[in-house]
Every structure is written in structure tokens, then in C-alpha cells.
């Protein structure tokens, strides 16, 4: 029997998570299979269980991966202030955007099915936005981030909200009208409260 290095299970668990991320937000959680997440990842669906215990420990696993991707990725590297956030706004509230599930906000796309989920999944869903939140609010409020914590909630919520309507409509024309919307509104909430 062939052992492999410890490196090599890390990496495999890490290609799993990666791949159940997009497959997920794609195809959603009850449409994404094991057996579909692991030929994705070019493994068997005994290599499995080697990595999770179920798969509603994926369902978490990957759910706080994304989270913490897109915080590290978008938020993060937002400069502090109203303009970095709305560099961030301008870029989600787009057609690219909405257009790219597999690879989008996973808020957008798997906020229904999350409300659904087990309490553990719940659980790692409100840890990662938690710090998705914290991040947005220390961009609105560099001097004092908890005061603007409930804001950037609202924030976060108008933003995937907005780009789940856009995505479920068929008629292009309003959806790209509501996304333009969609700024104008989050960036009127940025404003509230800052005399601009």
C-alpha cells in the first residue's frame, strides 16, 4: 500500500474544498453530490470520507473557506474609507458578477439553502460572516469598527440580495438596471449618518 506524505492529504483536502466551493455555489448544496464533488476533484468517493466526516462537514468547511477567501481577497485589500468601499460595491453589483456563480460571492448564492443547513453549518456560515462583517467595518469606521458593524451588515445584505434578484430575473435589461440600482442604494447607505 503506497503512503503518502502528509503534505499530499493536506493538499487533497484543500482541492476538495476548493472545488466543493464553486461546485456548490454553481449547482447549490443539495445539487452537488459526493460523488460529483470528488470526480471533480479527480478522486474517488472513498477518498472521501479519509477527508470529512460527512458531507455536511464539507457543506461548512467549504462555506467558511469562501468567506474567508472573499475577505481576504475583496475586503482586505479595499483601501479604508468610502472609496475603497465603493470600489468594492462597483465591483460585486456587476453583470460579470452575477454572471459567474461558481466563482462569485457565496453569500449571494447560497444564502437560501445556508438558512436551511444544519446549526454547524449555520454556525461556520456566521462565523465567516462575521468576519466579512468586521472587515467591511473597519473600512467604514477605521477609528471605531464596532460602531459600524450593524451598518456593514445591512451593507452586505442589500449587495447579495440585490445580486440574487438580479440573477433570478430572465429580462437582462432590468437586471442590469437593478444592479446599477442596487449601487446607488448601497452607496446612499455608505452615506447615511455622514452628513455628505
Do not use: W
Not at 506524505?5 to 447549490?28: L, P
Not at 479604508?80 to 460579470?96: D, F, H, I, K, N
Not at 445591512?154 to 434578484?165: C, E, I, P, W
Amino acid at each position: 500500500m503506497v503512503r503518502y506524505a502528509k503534505e499530499h492529504k493536506s493538499e487533497t483536502r484543500r482541492r476538495i474544498i476548493e472545488v466543493a466551493g464553486r461546485r456548490f455555489k454553481q449547482d447549490g448544496i443539495d445539487g452537488s453530490g459526493v460523488s460529483t464533488l470528488m470526480k471533480d476533484a479527480g478522486l474517488t468517493n472513498g477518498a472521501f470520507y479519509a477527508h470529512f466526516e460527512s458531507k455536511d462537514d464539507l457543506v461548512g468547511t467549504a462555506i467558511a473557506d469562501q468567506l474567508k477567501a472573499q475577505a481576504e481577497s475583496v475586503v482586505e485589500r479595499a483601501a479604508p474609507g468610502r472609496a475603497g468601499l465603493e470600489e468594492v460595491v462597483r465591483q460585486y453589483l456587476t453583470p460579470q458578477h452575477r454572471d459567474s456563480l461558481g466563482d462569485g460571492c457565496p453569500n449571494a448564492a447560497l444564502l437560501d439553502e445556508i438558512g436551511r443547513s444544519t446549526d454547524a453549518t449555520r454556525q461556520a456560515y456566521t462565523d465567516g460572516v462575521l468576519v466579512l462583517i468586521d472587515g467591511i467595518a473597519a473600512r467604514m469606521a477605521p477609528d471605531a469598527p464596532s460602531s459600524a458593524r450593524v451598518k456593514a451588515l445591512s451593507l452586505l445584505g442589500l449587495m447579495a440580495g440585490t445580486l440574487q434578484l438580479s440573477r433570478a430575473l430572465t429580462d437582462r435589461r432590468l437586471a442590469d438596471e437593478l444592479l446599477d440600482q442596487g449601487i446607488d442604494n448601497v452607496l446612499a447607505l455608505l452615506d447615511a449618518g455622514q452628513g455628505v
